[in-house]
């Protein structure tokens, strides 16, 4: 009968997202898809089987009941889909974006074990984005007020979740931002193309109207410390400042003018704009032969984003092959249509500069690969006597970042890893600090929004329960 089912549900193709042609947005710095109408998403929604056990929950870290939204969506009822997402999520319009369906509630859809799964993300996506453009700004029920006070550190997806889920129980919330804008890797990381700032702005101000209270260009650690903050009357801390320590490859050259870490380059040209330059007072390097080492998605951002400044080439530089590439397939399927070069199996040993100590050129190594390593991927090693020169005009470092030691080093009582990482309880984000908890790329290192909102989520459970219970 299952199987009846299934075949009649696959004559209905899963609808294509409109997008910019790769041409013209390689120029521009628009948002590259382009969402679904109403008419497509119904459409899309039609083709959900409506599973009795729907594996696709299973798949999502905030247990979002994706089939109950995706039958309001086919009903037509867009206010119902998005109240049914709130109820778990917050921040739908970010994850319908970035979230990586394709290995989470996407990738357990039953329907894409023979063809083409469910479009989950696409149409999380629509029901924000038309609650945006057409909903009456009805805001979700809350609790009664307890009197209890929570201090969110950092306003990134975590931060975002667990102020989200604490305001809807009663609790007085307030986010404390370093930048002078919420959001965190939200908008300092994801370029505009993928990630439009006014939608998270707008979800910063679904917080807001809920009463949270924001306060930006508050550094935690710096201007007030942990402990400062219980004095100033707070019940409970969340620790969600991400882990945006820039790593590097410490080799000769690396301080050479045209060489940037990602986390530099994104935030200039993201956050602070370098993109509307002079519109906007941000210097930025803008490379014509670009070279980006690494690839993740943040290379792949960071390369889509020299080409948008003007490059006439730039080469994504991996010393793995293809298949150990990190980023999402969708990802670097974008990159590749916008004319961003692999260059693989290649590592840099140095760097070299003009008389004018800017980058010119690396000196690279070819590699072939090994046994695994400890990551499980298959090690890099030289090719004897493979060394040659590639040409570049800008570099960007893009090989991970680790943990900002600004807080923890100044709040004492809190356990870290070797890496400087806090170390908390996986089932509730406890800290070793009574009364603090943390969540997101502080404990686990980088990893992706929804993991970190996932997180954010079983810490507010546990935060709840203490500001009712006790620890």
């Known amino acids: 009968m299952m199987a009846e089912t299934t075949e009649k549900k696959e004559k209905v193709p899963r609808q294509p997202m409109p997008e910019q042609s790769a041409e013209v947005r390689r120029r521009n710095f628009e948002e590259v898809p382009r969402g679904y109408t109403a008419e497509m998403a119904m459409k899309e929604a039609e083709r959900c089987l409506q599973c009795k056990n729907p594996a696709c929950m299973n798949g999502c870290p905030v247990s979002i009941e994706i ?15 998005v109240r049914k997402i709130w109820e778990r999520n ?9 979230c990586p369906q394709e290995i989470q509630c996407e990738g357990l859809c039953i329907l894409g074990k023979k063809g083409e799964p469910v479009a989950i993300g696409n149409l999380e996506r629509f029901v924000a984005d038309w609650e945006r453009a057409n909903g009456k700004g009805d805001l979700p029920p809350k ?8 201090a969110v550190v950092g306003s990134g997806p975590s931060g975002l979740t667990v102020a989200g889920d604490l305001i809807l129980k009663g609790h007085d919330v307030t986010i404390f931002e370093a930048f002078h804008k919420p959001g965190g890797v939200l908008v300092y990381g994801i370029p505009e193309f993928r990630l439009p ?3 998270v702005y707008s979800e910063v101000n679904f917080l807001e109207r809920l009463g949270a209270k924001l306060q930006c260009n508050s550094v935690v650690g710096r201007t007030v410390s942990v402990d400062e903050l219980f004095e100033e009357g707070f019940d409970a801390v969340y620790i969600g400042v991400g882990a945006g320590l820039p790593s590097f490859l410490n080799i000769p050259g690396e301080n050479l003018i045209g060489i940037y870490s990602a986390n530099e380059y994104l935030t200039r040209a993201n956050l602070m704009k370098a993109y509307l330059f002079p519109e906007y007072d941000t210097p930025i390097v803008r490379g014509k032969d670009v070279a980006v080492l690494g690839a993740g998605n943040v290379a792949m951002d960071s390369a889509r984003t020299a080409m948008r400044l003007g490059a006439d080439r730039v080469r994504i530089v991996y010393r793995r092959s293809r298949d150990e590439m990190p980023a999402r397939k969708a990802e670097i399927h974008h990159a590749e249509e916008e004319g961003i070069e692999f260059h693989l199996l290649t590592a840099p040993t140095r ?46 470092i893009s090989v991970g970042a680790g943990a900002n030691p600004l807080l923890t080093r100044s709040t004492e009582g809190l356990q870290l890893t070797k890496w ?19 969540g ?24 709840h329960k203490y500001l009712t219970w006790g620890w």
């Open 351 to 396: 760097f070299i500069g003009d008389e004018n100590g800017r980058v010119k050129a690396m000196e690279c190594l070819k590699m072939e690969l090994g046994e695994p390593d400890a990551s499980g991927r298959r090690r890099p090693v030289p090719v004897e006597g493979s060394k040659f020169t590639l040409d570049c005009d800008l570099a960007v």
């Open 143 to 150: 609790a009664e007020p307890t009197g209890k006070r929570v």
């Open 420 to 438: 400087g990482y806090i170390i908390a309880d996986p089932e509730t984000g406890k800290t070793t600090k009574k009364g603090v908890w943390a």
């Open 90 to 98: 917050a921040l739908p319009a970010v994850c319908g974006r970035v």
């Open 197 to 199: 700032k006014e939608i």
């Open 67 to 81: 089939p109950a939204f995706i039958k309001h969506v086919k009903e037509g009822d867009f206010t119902k889909a």
């Open 440 to 463: 997101g790329d502080i404990v686990t290192g980088q990893a992706t929004v929804i993991l970190a909102m996932g997180a954010g989520r079983m810490a507010s459970d546990s935060i």
